[in-house]
């Protein structure tokens, strides 16, 4: 219980300096974006949204703690302003549109290919010596490929030249979101080669990282002793090495996931998924800073649940952290 | 003060021998040469290319999306640039961005984590917290919301923003390592001597940790490329400044992709995934050398099935010699004591000239050498020897739990069971092997705490035996079996559900135990059961083990270099030196009268409880290099009595006293050798 609070607080901490950051950096940079972002909108902004934008990006004449006051007042109540790239529409309805998307998506394929990468990684690292080997530099070069990359190879070859998969978008056009049949195998049919790119390109470091725990887990007395036990092979393999060996796996899952995320939302843009990951690429291109920075925040507090529950996952599977 | 990294491996001495210790062989290692050969193949590129190729890369021309020709070796963009002239000037922004954001990320995760690490208190707390922070933040988004900040800034931007999002990982790495080493001997003597903080940072531990330093470097690099290409691909550099990044962004806001023009974004990602593979692959070399076990062994174990199974043949013609002793422990079963079989019993275990190679280094070491052993039924029979004596090797053969590079080079090993059936140890398939283990042989380790599965309770480990070799047990009645063991080694048996790290290190002990006996085997091999423990529990568990030994009957295989313990616990003892049987006796001879010089020099290092007061002499030197043995004895050059002829003769295990079954492998007592007759009168070194 006690090692759980201490988590909770640590990852409070983090969402605290994830805001804070968001609060200093465009205070920091050089030029105003502020006064820039007012300029662009050339009188089109009303002065609500005027009054949004200078909480959230520096306001003339306000110290800095009523400015940090008022800034956090608008992000408990999700006030991130207009949009500027899908004006008028506010900010936060923009997010809310496109994070489904993405959570699903991201979601599942991020869990798929650490399932998958720890297992092969499992079995890999059992055997070695084996043909099995050979699969450490093919995804050491797999893992090394950018994921937009990947995703541009697999639109020429399984959209544009085989004809698979549709190249673009994220359900068939005309189609009414909700829970109709129609829509969703739509959604699973344009969602299958994005899903694809991720998992290959994301496997790769799993693999890896599981080949290298197994093997110095497979000298450890206790797979000796469980061998000596004359238990069956795949018990030996799961339950003493396997389930010892992905422990870093899941402990590490933090500084992976980032990556794996980071990678995933540029794969979104190749294939203009209607996730975040678009969304941040036009907030880019139109520097939409109102976007960006919730999109920043959004993805920020997505990760730090995502980790929060790995790490229930490792209290769970790993009964030394359960003491006080 | 460089520590090298196989001092412990070293000092382990040849029980595991094989990690090379020259770090030329790994950067030698194919992987690495590779890794080297990619890295500067690109990085002569980035340097020279744009001094080979005068053209401009941006150059607009009207050959548009050229395929493949030998104008154009990769062809054309849409805008009718050369792609490979933008690739080779792309190379130059890639590497300069990777390499430059690589050394300043690496020089702040230093600063942060040797500082970190070194100091101590709310300041070391405070950084750490400060690198976990920006550890688990998403990188990207935040490098994309800092890179639109400073748009088009640039090559210089782009490493700051690099530098800022991706010191953490480097920083927590070097931390630990810093943590590590801070509590070594050579530090707290700098400290000693008054060296400054800084001081003692720079020369002491900095050096240390140069091969982490290298690894998180090369780390630093690869996730560098990865991320200017990414924000080059997102249009959030200059997207005028040619970069592999800017080439693929271009690819992808005309479209490449759907127009097929494979030839303009396929380049420039396999020219990063090359330099990350590159970059990789110089780093598994370094974990390997950091890391030797991570190292691939290379061959995997392929027993001598035919021999072994003509072994086992030749066994099942012939009939047993003498049938086991059938008696009230026909029925034995849990709690039912059954009579103990003493040391009359008939053989249980007959090892006959048994030979271990470890086969890794340029030699084959030979750690087990053309040892024979007979055990009883209901003996215990004491395996005594310095460490690299060969002895866990042994344990580890008669089990049958070697993993390369060592292997059992020839000899026999056959079990015979209760009902007088024999097996041939060696000939085992996989099958009949799992079979095998466990019922018949079980293996108790020196220290609990790494033998038991860390992640189960005690109850699932004992269980998981009952599981596998009792199919039909149910439930409830393995609960019951479960609890009963647990009673038997006075362990309450509410501890079922406790995890290995909710025990003491008796308990712990004690637990293996009752594990080994899940299955009432025939024999029980203990390497080392007590050596981790203090004294006192070492009784404790020692009795346990006699106790338990006198009621259920099994035999023991006792290794220890403990003699004094064996000459308490054993019937019958061997001494082992350098992988061979030196002396064979029993206890009370072995106590009395020890023969080899090294047994009375072993018998000399240990102070008893009960036997009269004498004065303490050990044996002289250190063990043996068992890569490099002497010719003839191997404990001659330790010798105190050593003959001349003892450096060219290898002396074979002998019966110098007929009737007495004392065996020694020495050429004190070797007939055609005495010049030396005190060594048959006196008692050795205990006057």
């Known amino acids: 219980m ?41 009188g089109k902004l009303s002065p609500a949204a005027i009054k949004a934008i200078q909480v959230l990006f520096g306001q003339p004449h306000t110290s800095l703690i009523s400015q940090y006051l008022t800034y956090w007042r608008n992000v408990v109540t999700f006030n991130f302003g207009v949009s500027y790239s899908f004006y008028p529409t506010p900010v936060i309805q923009v997010i809310r549109q496109s994070i489904f998307w993405t959570v699903v998506l991201i979601g599942l394929c991020t869990i798929i290919g650490f399932v998958l990468g720890t297992l092969l990684g499992m079995f890999v690292g059992w055997r070695r010596g084996s043909w099995r080997d050979a699969l450490v530099p093919v995804t050491t070069f797999l893992s090394s490929l950018p994921y937009f990359w990947f995703a541009l190879i697999a639109i020429l070859v399984f959209a544009v030249s085989l004809r698979w998969f549709p190249s673009s978008g994220g359900y068939g056009i005309g189609l009414q979101i909700g829970l109709n049949w129609p829509f969703i195998s739509s959604a699973i049919y344009y969602g299958t080669l994005p899903a694809l790119t991720i998992v290959i390109a994301s496997v790769g470091g799993w693999l890896l990282g599981m080949r290298n725990m197994m093997i110095t887990t497979l000298n450890e007395d206790y797979v000796l002793l469980a061998e000596a036990k004359g238990l069956s092979r795949l018990r030996v393999m799961f339950t003493y090495a396997g389930r010892n060996a992905v422990l870093p796996s899941v402990a590490g899952f933090a500084m992976s996931l980032g990556f794996v995320v980071g990678g995933a939302i540029v794969t979104e843009i190749v294939f203009n998924y209607p996730g975040i990951g678009t969304v941040l690429f036009q907030a880019a291109e139109g520097q939409d800073y109102p976007l960006l920075e919730a ?19 490792y209290i769970a599977l790993d009964p030394r952290t359960r003491e006080s | 003060m460089l520590i090298t990294p196989d001092v412990e491996a070293m000092a382990a001495g040849p029980e595991e021998p094989g990690p090379g210790r020259s770090w030329l062989r790994g950067i030698l290692a194919p992987k690495v040469l590779t890794g080297l050969v990619i890295v500067g193949v690109f990085t002569a590129m980035a340097v020279f290319g744009p001094m080979l190729d005068h053209a401009d890369p941006g150059a607009i021309t009207s050959a548009r999306l050229q395929p493949p020709s030998l104008h154009h070796l990769l062809g054309t963009t849409q805008q009718g640039q050369d792609v490979l002239t933008q690739l080779i000037y792309g190379a130059r922004v890639s590497m300069e961005v990777g390499f430059a954001a690589g050394i300043l990320t690496t020089l702040w995760s230093l600063l942060v984590g040797l500082t970190g690490g070194y100091l101590s208190g709310a300041s070391s707390e405070l950084l750490s917290m400060f690198a976990n922070v920006f550890l688990v933040l998403p990188g990207l988004p935040l490098v994309v919301i800092m890179a639109a900040y400073l748009p088009h800034s640039g090559s210089a931007g782009i490493i700051i923003v690099i530098t800022v999002t991706g010191w953490a990982w480097g920083a927590r790495v070097l931390r630990a390592q810093t943590l590590s080493l801070r509590r070594r001997d050579f530090v707290e003597a700098a400290r000693a001597t008054g060296q400054g903080p800084v001081k003692i940072m720079l020369y002491d531990i900095l050096p240390n940790e ?38 693929l962004y271009w690819a992808q806001v005309s479209g490449a992709e759907l127009a097929r023009a494979w030839w303009w974004f396929v380049p420039p990602g396999l020219c990063i995934a090359l330099v990350g593979t590159g970059l990789a692959f110089i780093n598994f070399g370094i974990d390997d050398v950091i890391n030797p076990r991570l190292r691939s062994a290379g061959s995997t174990p392929r027993r001598r099935r035919s021999r072994a199974l003509a072994g086992s043949l030749a066994r099942l013609a012939r009939p047993p010699v003498r049938r086991a002793a059938k008696g009230p422990e026909a029925a034995r079963g849990p709690g039912i004591a059954g009579g103990p079989g003493g040391t009359a019993g008939g053989t249980v275990l007959e090892l006959k000239n048994l030979r271990v190679e470890y086969r890794g280094g340029a030699a084959p070491v030979r750690a087990v050498n053309d040892v024979s052993l007979t055990l009883r039924r209901g003996e215990i029979l004491g395996i005594a020897g310095e460490s690299g004596s060969g002895k866990s090797t042994l344990a580890r053969a008669v089990t049958r739990l070697l993993r390369p590079p060592a292997q059992i080079v020839s000899g026999e090993m056959t079990y015979t069971a209760r009902d007088g059936r024999q097996i041939d140890i060696a000939g085992l398939s996989d099958r009949e092997l799992r079979q095998f283990r466990w019922e018949e042989v079980s293996i108790v380790f020196q220290s609990a705490m790494n033998a038991l599965n860390p992640v189960l309770t005690l109850g699932t480990q004992i269980d998981d035996v009952l599981r596998a070799h009792r199919p039909g047990m149910r439930k409830v009645q393995r609960a019951a079996r479960v609890r009963d063991l647990l009673h038997m080694v006075g362990i309450s048996p509410d501890r079922a559900g406790a995890y290995p790290h909710e025990l003491s290190g008796g308990m712990r002990q004690r637990a293996m135990i009752a594990m080994g006996l899940a299955l009432d085997p025939e024999i029980v091999v203990m390497d080392e059961p007590t050596t981790a423990l203090d004294v006192v529990i070492q009784r ?148």
Not at chain 2, 218 to 247: H, P, R, Y
């Open chain 2, 540 to 687: 404790q568990v020692i009795e346990t083990i006699s106790g338990l030994k006198d009621t259920l009957g099994f035999s023991v295989i006792f290794i220890t270099h403990d003699l004094s313990l064996l000459i308490e616990l054993c019937d019958t003892i061997a001494i082992m030196y350098a992988g061979r049987i030196v002396e064979l006796a029993t206890a009370g001879q072995l106590y009395q009268r020890p023969l080899h010089p090294y047994s009375q020099g072993l018998l000399g290092s240990f102070p008893t409880l009960t036997g009269p007061r004498r004065t303490l002499s050990g044996v002289p030197g250190y063990p043996p290099d068992m890569r490099r043995l002497p010719a003839g004895c191997s404990f001659q050059p330790r010798c105190p009595r050593a003959l001349a002829a003892c450096a060219g003769t290898p002396p074979q295990l002998i019966r110098p006293q007929i009737p007495d079954p004392a065996s020694v492998a020495c050429l004190l007592y070797d007939t055609d050798y005495q010049d030396h007759p005190e060594g048959l009168t006196t008692g050795g070194g205990r006057a």
């Open chain 1, 295 to 313: 999109i920043f925040l959004t993805i920020t507090m997505a990760v730090l649940i995502a980790n929060l529950l790995a790490d229930l996952a």
């Open chain 1, 2 to 42: 006690r090692v759980m609070l201490r988590r909770l607080s640590f990852y409070a901490v983090t969402a605290w300096a994830a805001i804070t950051l968001n609060f200093i950096l465009p205070r920091l940079m050089p030029g105003n974006p502020a006064q820039d972002l007012i300029n662009r909108s050339a």
């Open chain 2, 210 to 247: 140069v091969a982490i330093i290298t690894v998180t470097f090369l780390g630093s690099v690869v996730s560098a490329i990865l991320t200017e290409a990414s924000i080059a691909f997102l249009g959030l550099s200059d997207v005028t400044q040619w970069s592999w990044g800017t080439m």
